[in-house]
């Protein structure tokens, strides 16, 4: 029994001396968990749309002028077959542009239920990630006409993305009513 039980004491006897030698496990880190949305820039401010509500993004299409519209309906574009309204978004909010060039401009597409409409923004900056730690409930320098689309924002880098909700505007009243009189 002896010549049975010292195999077994050796290999008890490795596994605890492998234990009490053996390195701790690296340290973890916590993951973070990220927020993501389309960058946008409106009036020299920085927006960002939640991704599920911009469809696509375009450069301006070409667009015929629809008379008895108000000032900040642009007009109508053909795009892959369907008629796509173009709002000025500077103009819907009575903002100021920002110096950016016309080339710059490009369309955010939103499609929510029976709305198909785009939004013309001063330009895109793409994909944007944020720690959803770095949320800000109230960000500042949002004018009083985009404020109730905006959704609190994010701060990367010394500067806040405002979260503005193209959901919320579409279901906006004065964002449907589109007639001159």
């Given amino acids: 029994m002896s010549a049975q039980a010292a195999p077994f004491a050796v290999l008890t006897d490795i596994a605890q001396r492998s234990r009490s030698m053996a390195a701790g496990l690296p340290e973890q880190q916590e993951a973070v968990e990220l927020w993501n949305g389309i960058g946008f820039v409106l009036a020299g401010e920085r927006y960002v749309a939640p991704m599920g509500e911009v469809t696509e993004i375009l450069h301006v299409?070409?667009?015929?002028?629809?008379?008895?519209?108000?000032?900040?309906?642009?007009?109508?574009?053909?795009?892959?077959?369907?008629?796509?309204?173009?709002?000025?978004?500077?103009?819907?909010?009575?903002?100021?542009?920002?110096?950016?060039?016309?080339?710059?401009?490009r369309v955010l597409v939103v499609e929510q239920g029976d709305v198909f409409s785009g939004l013309v923004v001063d330009s895109v900056s793409g994909m944007q990630y944020f720690a959803r730690d770095n949320f800000v409930a109230s960000p500042g320098g949002v004018p009083p006409s985009?404020?109730?689309f905006v959704?609190?924002?994010?701060?990367?880098?010394?500067?806040?993305?405002?979260?503005?909700?193209?959901?919320?505007?579409?279901?906006?009243?004065?964002?449907?009513?589109?007639?001159?009189?």
């Fill in 61 to 105: 299409p070409r667009f015929t002028h629809i008379p008895g519209v108000k000032p900040f309906m642009m007009g109508a574009a053909n795009v892959r077959g369907r008629l796509l309204p173009l709002v000025d978004l500077a103009g819907f909010f009575d903002v100021s542009r920002s110096s950016r060039s016309q080339r710059e401009r």
């Fill in 146 to 148: 985009v404020q109730p």
């Fill in 151 to 181: 959704n609190g924002g994010y701060e990367r880098n010394e500067e806040v993305w405002k979260v503005f909700s193209a959901a919320d505007l579409v279901e906006d009243e004065r964002f449907l009513d589109v007639a001159q009189w």
